[in-house]
């Protein structure tokens, strides 16, 4: 059970290029999201996903777009890159407890956009 | 706007001493809330839940304490140790089909 994994550790992006985050989570859980960490920032939601099919906008989406075709996989996209996407990307899994959702993180994505 | 604050950004103990965390939140009314541990250069990994009818949450030297009048939660790690240096992360459940608020993090350091 690997839990949830991220590629690629690192990255380092010019300005304008576009990539994609990968992120797979093998614990069949219906919920994924996508955060971005910054210094004094905290953990920021950029989009997140209740299911296959289905995603919607979180606190910062502006410059991302996701999917969910699968259960277990929630890529994350950037189309054309800016150096304010400089940030450390964590993707996280949760299910429902039937209370509250305690979430699952990857090891994360350090992207550097120059 | 929702808004949580960790009072501080680093707290430093010594060995052997309760260290208290401190989670303020306004503007909000979660059902629940949760702490998780960062380790530098790794994702945060979830360490209790707290209910808002509970008072009070305990898991091994951990415990966890919710408030809803003064809108705040503490976190306690008794008998310290220098392993227990980390961020310490508060989230508020908005209650939204999973989704999180999360404070900016508490670094504790525990000197042996």
């Known amino acids: 059970n690997a839990g949830v994994t991220q590629t690629p550790k690192f990255q380092v992006l010019k300005t304008g290029q576009s990539m994609t985050l990968q992120c797979a989570q093998d614990?069949?859980?219906?919920?994924m999201s996508w955060y971005r960490q910054d210094p004094g920032m905290g953990l920021r939601l950029i989009h997140y996903?209740?299911?296959?099919?289905?995603?919607d906008q979180g606190e910062v989406p502006n410059g991302y777009n996701v999917s969910r075709s699968t259960t277990e996989d929630f890529p994350l996209r950037l189309l054309s890159a800016a150096p304010s996407q400089t940030s450390v990307y964590f993707c996280?899994?949760?299910?429902?407890?039937?209370?509250?959702?305690?979430?699952?993180f990857g090891p994360g994505t350090r992207l550097t956009v120059t | 706007s929702q808004k949580i604050e960790q009072n501080s950004e680093a707290l430093n103990i010594q060995e052997g001493k309760t260290a208290t965390l401190t989670c303020n939140y306004t503007?909000?009314?979660?059902?629940?809330l949760q702490w998780y541990r960062q380790d530098p250069g790794r994702g945060p990994v979830f360490l209790l839940l707290?209910?808002?009818?509970?008072k009070e949450k305990r898991k091994e030297r951990l415990k966890v304490t919710f408030d809803t009048t003064l809108k705040q939660s503490l976190f306690h790690i008794t008998a310290s140790q220098p392993a227990d240096s980390a961020t310490y992360l508060c989230?508020?459940?908005?209650?939204?089909?999973?989704?999180?608020?999360f404070g900016k993090g508490t670094k504790l350091s525990v000197k042996p």
């Open positions: 996280a899994s949760s299910y429902s407890t039937g209370s509250s959702y305690e979430q699952y």
């Open positions: 996903s209740v299911g296959a099919g289905i995603t």
């Open positions: 614990m069949n859980h219906e919920y």
């Open positions: 707290i209910r808002e009818n509970e």
């Open positions: 503007n909000y009314s979660p059902a629940y």
């Open positions: 989230a508020l459940d908005t209650g939204s089909q999973g989704n999180l608020i």
